[in-house]
C-alpha cells in the first residue's frame, strides 16, 4: 500500500483547485474540456448516423457485378472496347440466322449448278451465271411486284434469260449506276469479252421493265486472255469497275453509252529500274481485284503478291506477300484488307512498314516469305476450289466463307475466332458457289437487318433474322 501521507501531498499538485484559474490557451482549462466533449458527441452522433443509413440503404447483390453474369455490361454500365462490342453483336446475330430459299434457276436446264450471282439492292433482282457444256447464261429473277413493300419472293413465271453465249463467264459485277458488268473468256476463237447492260428501273406499278441499253461486246486485244475477276467502284461520279487478267490489271470507265478499256499491266519486280513483270510468266495473273477507295484498287496475284494501283496518278506499288497465291481479297477499311488463298486467309494492315516482299516470289519454294499479318484466322480451312471465296460484314463484324464440308463459316473480324451459329452446322448437298453479305439498306424495302446470301447447286438461299 502507497503511504497515506504521501498520497496527500501528491494530491496537492495534481488535483485542479476549485479557485485555480487556467491561463488562456491552456490544454486541460474549463472551456477546452467542454470543448473536446462536445466534439465527441458530434462525431459520435455523425457515426451512429452513417450507421443507421448504411443499415437502411439497399444495395446492390454483388453478383450482378460478376464478369460471368455480363449484367453490368448488358447495362451499359461497364464501357467495353469497339472490338469486343463488335464481337459480342456478331455472336447475337450469328446465333438467330435462320435459312431460306430465295430461287432456283434454270436457264440451261433444271439441276444445273449457277456460277456466280448477285443482287441488285435498288429493285431486288438476282443476277446469276451459269455455265455448262460449252453454253453459257446470265439470268435474272425479279421479286413479285405485290410483295416488293414487305418482302422479295421469287418464283419462276418472273424468271428471264438475259443473254446466251459460248463463252466461260468468269465474273458478275453491279456498279451503284447501275450497270451489269459480265465477264468471259474461253470464246469458240480463244477470245474474252466484257458485256455491259444498263439495269432496267421499276415502275411505279412495281412491274420491272426489261433490259433496254446494252452496250456491244468489248473484245481483248490481246489474246489468249483469260479473266479472272471484276470489282465495281465505291460510289462516285463515275462508274468504273477493275478487271482482273492474266495480261494484268484493266480499268473499265464510263462515258454515257460508251466505255473505256485502259491496261495497267503490272507493278515493276523490284523498284522503278527493274523491268516489269512479264505476262508471260504464268504466275503473273491477277487473280482477284478490289477496290479500297474509290482511287485505289488492290490486286491479288498467283505468284502470293498483292500489289496496289492508284487512279490518281496511275501509280503502282506491291505491298505485301500472301504465303500462297492470292484468289480473294476484301478490304475492310482504306488500310486494312483481307487475303485469302488455298491454306491461309490473313488480315493485313497498309500503315505497316514493308516486310517479307520478295522481287520474284515463288510460293511453293521453301525460302519463300510473308507480310507480318494483323490477324489470322486459325479455324480456316479452304474448301479446295481455286477461288476461295468469302465475303466480309463491318457492321457485323463477321466473315462468312465455306468449308470444305460445304457448310459456312462464320469468323469475328475482332479477333479471328470462329463464331458458332445453328445454320453453319447444315451442309449443302452441292458445293458453295459463293457467299455474299448485303447491308440490308434496300430502298423498296426499307430499313433490313444484314443478311447472307449463298449459293449452291442451281439454288440460291439468304440467311437472316
Not at 58 to 63: D, F, V
Amino acid at each position: 500500500m502507497l503511504n497515506e501521507g504521501a498520497d496527500q501531498e501528491k494530491r496537492k499538485y495534481f488535483r485542479i483547485q476549485p479557485n485555480h484559474l487556467a491561463p488562456n490557451g491552456a490544454p486541460y482549462s474549463r472551456d477546452a474540456v467542454k470543448r473536446q466533449k462536445l466534439d465527441r458527441q458530434k462525431e459520435q452522433a455523425t457515426k451512429d448516423y452513417g450507421q443507421r443509413i448504411a443499415k437502411e440503404r439497399i444495395r446492390k447483390a454483388k453478383s450482378l457485378a460478376h464478369p460471368l453474369s455480363g449484367v453490368n455490361r448488358e447495362a451499359g454500365i461497364m464501357n467495353t472496347s469497339n472490338n469486343m462490342t463488335l464481337r459480342r453483336n456478331g455472336e447475337a446475330y450469328a446465333s438467330q440466322l435462320q435459312r431460306k430459299e430465295l430461287h432456283s434457276f434454270s436457264p440451261l436446264g433444271d439441276g444445273i449448278p449457277i456460277s456466280h450471282f448477285v443482287r441488285h439492292p435498288v429493285t431486288g433482282a438476282l443476277y446469276t451465271s451459269t455455265c455448262w457444256e460449252g453454253k453459257a447464261a446470265v439470268a435474272v429473277c425479279y421479286p413479285e411486284p405485290e410483295m416488293a413493300r414487305s418482302e422479295w419472293i421469287y418464283n419462276s413465271s418472273k424468271e428471264r434469260a438475259v443473254w446466251r453465249d459460248s463463252y466461260r463467264i468468269s465474273s458478275l459485277s453491279i456498279s451503284v449506276n447501275n450497270w451489269l458488268l459480265s465477264t468471259m473468256d474461253d470464246g469458240p476463237t480463244g477470245k474474252s469479252k466484257l458485256m455491259i447492260a444498263r439495269l432496267p428501273e421499276p415502275c411505279e406499278d412495281g412491274i420491272h421493265r426489261q433490259f433496254s441499253t446494252y452496250s456491244p461486246g468489248i473484245t481483248f486485244e490481246s489474246r489468249p486472255t483469260t479473266i479472272w475477276s471484276s470489282s465495281a467502284s465505291p460510289p462516285g461520279s463515275t462508274a468504273r469497275f477493275a478487271i482482273g487478267t492474266s495480261k494484268g490489271l484493266y480499268t473499265l470507265t464510263s462515258g454515257g453509252l460508251d466505255w473505256s478499256l485502259a491496261k495497267v499491266g503490272f507493278p515493276h519486280s523490284n523498284g522503278p529500274r527493274e523491268k516489269p513483270r512479264s505476262e508471260n510468266y504464268s504466275a503473273n495473273q491477277v487473280l482477284t481485284v478490289e477496290w479500297l477507295t474509290q482511287d485505289l484498287i488492290g490486286c491479288g496475284l498467283r505468284d502470293s503478291s498483292i500489289f496496289f494501283y492508284d487512279y490518281r496518278c496511275n501509280g503502282l506499288a506491291t505491298r505485301l506477300q500472301h504465303p500462297h497465291a492470292v484468289e480473294k481479297i476484301r478490304a475492310l477499311d482504306s488500310w486494312r484488307l483481307i487475303a485469302a488463298g488455298h491454306h491461309w486467309l490473313r488480315m493485313y494492315d497498309l500503315r505497316y512498314p514493308i516486310n517479307g516482299v520478295q522481287s520474284r516470289p515463288i510460293p511453293n519454294d521453301p525460302q519463300h516469305t510473308s507480310t507480318t499479318p494483323y490477324m489470322t484466322f486459325p479455324a480456316y480451312t479452304a474448301s479446295g476450289k481455286l477461288d476461295a471465296d468469302f465475303d466480309i460484314s463491318q457492321e457485323l463484324g463477321l466473315l462468312a466463307t465455306c468449308s470444305p464440308d460445304r457448310n459456312i463459316q462464320l469468323f469475328s473480324l475482332s479477333d479471328g475466332s470462329l463464331v458458332s451459329s445453328p445454320a453453319s452446322k447444315y451442309h449443302y448437298p452441292d458445293p458453295v458457289s459463293g457467299v455474299r453479305f448485303e447491308h440490308g439498306e434496300y430502298p423498296a424495302l426499307g430499313l433490313q437487318t444484314p443478311r447472307l446470301l449463298v449459293g449452291s447447286g442451281p439454288t440460291v438461299q439468304e440467311w437472316a433474322w
